[in-house]
């Protein structure tokens, strides 16, 4: 039983043309026998059978007796010119397949390998001592993609600067926590399906494209002002480094009422000189929206403080523990009084 053509060069009967180059290119690369040094006879063999079978598959007249037939048909292909009937094992005409690097040249220009030779039209052979060759020798032009198109000096892989970006929350974000959807924008590097020949290097030929993403990003409650959320190489794409880290630093906008401080939470209050002397009642909308109703009954003295335990802000690290409010007092003077309230005043405040 013959070769399958169809099965070495994986595609159906009814494959096109531009199928066929698109498996042979796929194939033939993979199988060179310089890209697997370990196993060369092995992969000599394939790659035969895989230019083999393109020969055969992209000729009609070749392809025609071959699926009426087989491999043994082939014999029987008549030369240009012979009137034979191309009946199987006429024996007018000997299918012999083309040297199978000679196929390759032909996607692939010939070796690359000397810089002189970009023009030549003469094929580079099979090396089988191993050195040189189309991708053997001691500069293998088949490095991956991340060691060598995109490598940088010495070997090492550089990467760009981070990209920070400042990320403003409200007070009330970072008291219960929240979820922020970023929409970015970047170049991406992706593959375009075809083999491209560059100098020495051969590899897959990529293209640069925009591309959008949609970023989630978990504050925490408690999170404070400069609190950093890295995407490690979420930038933009390009050759000879790695992405750059996309940076969102943590912000803080500005409350109409409270303050941050550290983990707590400051609110200044101002108070009538009477309410200072006889008590009153502080009322406060907190950050999750609570009602807060605090009495005063201290006599609020200039530069008073009032700490109420675990009204503060979330402790990030610390979960189920709060910092304090502390409310700092101003006590609003009478700017004049009247005899009789002066007169008052005295008897009250008298010794």
């Not at 290119?25 to 079978?53: C, G, R, V, Y």
């Not at 060691?147 to 990209?163: S, T, Y």
């Amino acid at each position: 039983m013959g070769l399958d053509y169809y099965d070495i060069l994986k595609v159906g009967k009814n494959a096109s043309d531009e199928d066929l180059k698109k498996s042979y290119k796929k194939l033939a690369m993979k199988w060179h026998p310089d890209k697997n040094p370990t196993d060369k006879t092995e992969a000599e063999a394939k790659f035969k059978q895989i230019s083999e079978a393109y020969e055969v598959l992209s000729d009609p007249q070749k392809k025609l007796v071959y699926d009426q037939y087989g491999e043994e048909g082939l014999k029987g292909i008549p030369p240009p010119g012979n009137s034979g009937n191309g009946a199987k094992g006429s024996g007018d005409f000997v299918f012999n397949p083309r040297n199978a690097e000679d196929i390759f040249a032909e996607f692939f220009g010939s070796s690359p390998f000397e810089f002189g030779s970009m023009n030549r039209a003469k094929s580079t052979r099979f090396q089988s001592d191993g050195a040189g060759g189309f991708f053997g020798g001691p500069e293998n032009v088949f490095r991956s993609y991340s060691e060598g198109v995109r490598m940088g000096g010495g070997g090492q892989l550089k990467k760009a600067p981070a990209i920070e970006s400042k990320l403003a929350c409200s007070l009330e974000e970072l008291y219960m926590g929240s979820t922020r959807k970023m929409k970015i924008s970047r170049n991406v590097i992706k593959d375009n399906g075809l083999t491209c020949l560059y100098f020495v290097i051969i590899f897959e030929c990529r293209q640069i494209v925009p591309e959008s993403e949609i970023l989630t990003i978990d504050v925490k409650p408690g999170w404070k002002k400069g609190t950093k959320i890295t995407f490690p190489e979420k930038g933009n794409e390009q050759v000879n480094q790695l992405p750059a880290d996309l940076l969102f630093i943590i912000g803080e906008k500005p409350h109409e009422i409270y303050k941050r401080d550290g983990n707590d939470l400051v609110v200044h209050q101002k108070v009538s000189l009477a309410e200072a002397l006889t008590g009153t009642t502080i009322k406060l909308a907190s950050l999750d929206g609570r009602d807060l109703s605090i009495p005063v009954t201290d006599i609020i003295s200039p530069g008073y403080e009032l700490v109420i335990a675990k009204e503060g802000m979330p402790i990030a690290k610390e979960p189920g523990r709060k910092g304090n409010l502390r409310i700092k007092f101003e006590v609003k003077f009478p700017t004049r009084l009247t005899p009789d309230q002066q007169s008052a005043l005295k008897r009250i405040l008298g010794d």
